[in-house]
């Protein structure tokens, strides 16, 4: 099993809708979650990030975490083309510092 | 403010050579990582300083991989002799909290022929 799992993708989502995305971890003793996007040939860009169950918005992203299901999610909402990237989960595990990613959910928004 | 700035952004060098990577950190930041993604895989951790003190270097392939970050200012990854599959990006992150957002450059891109 793997440490951060991301289903690969792609995901298809028409301009306007909401593009659900989701990330599993396997160390229950995680302590911080992180979104990052990266577009093709660019390095990962912070998205958003969560420390305590429950839902983090801020603008058309919303992060959810569920700490005994081990999973985070983001929800774009209102997709846009310029969404369309490769989205990474990332979890930090106990005392906060070795950085574990997932492979990435490829998002495609359609125009 | 400066972001993350990774020197190189390509190297492409022979098997058996040696190549050194640089990255200089948002200043102030204390925690300074290093990543590589090689082909078709995840970001991987290589380690991780505290200013100038390896807190965590699990990631770390071989003993042919050398990080340095003297004066916990910028860092050094040397690769001594680079092998054909330690071709791959390598990331720079940088964050003021061991569990804070994390800021990465934009990477070096290593070939190895």
């Known amino acids: 099993q793997k440490e951060v799992e991301q289903n690969s993708g792609p995901l298809s989502v028409p301009e306007g809708a909401i593009a659900s995305l989701n990330c599993t971890y396997s160390?229950?003793?995680?302590?911080?979650f992180f979104w990052y996007r990266q577009y093709s040939g660019k390095s990962p860009e912070l998205i958003m990030f969560i420390y305590s169950n429950g839902d983090k918005e801020d603008g058309r992203f919303t992060a959810q975490l569920n700490k005994a299901s081990q999973y985070v999610s983001l929800l774009i909402r209102d997709s846009q083309p310029s969404d369309s990237a490769t989205y990474l989960c990332a979890v930090n595990g106990p005392g906060g510092f070795k950085t574990i990613f997932g492979a990435g959910t490829r998002l495609f928004v359609k125009a | 403010e400066a972001g993350v700035t990774q020197f190189p952004s390509h190297s492409v060098i022979e098997k058996g050579q040696t190549v050194t990577l640089r990255c200089d950190p948002i200043?102030?930041?204390?925690?300074l990582y290093w990543y590589r993604r090689v082909m078709g895989k995840e970001i991987k951790f290589l380690l991780h300083f505290v200013k100038e003190s390896k807190q965590d270097e699990s990631g770390m392939p071989n003993n042919r991989f050398l990080a340095e970050r003297t004066g916990g200012t910028y860092s050094t990854l040397k690769v001594q002799p680079a092998e054909l599959e330690d071709s791959g990006v390598y990331f720079c992150?940088?964050?003021?909290?061991?569990?804070?957002?994390?800021?990465f450059g934009d990477g070096t891109r290593l070939s190895i022929l």
């Open positions: 160390d229950r003793g995680s302590q911080s």
């Open positions: 992150a940088s964050s003021q909290g061991g569990d804070q957002p994390q800021h």
């Open positions: 200043s102030g930041h204390d925690n």
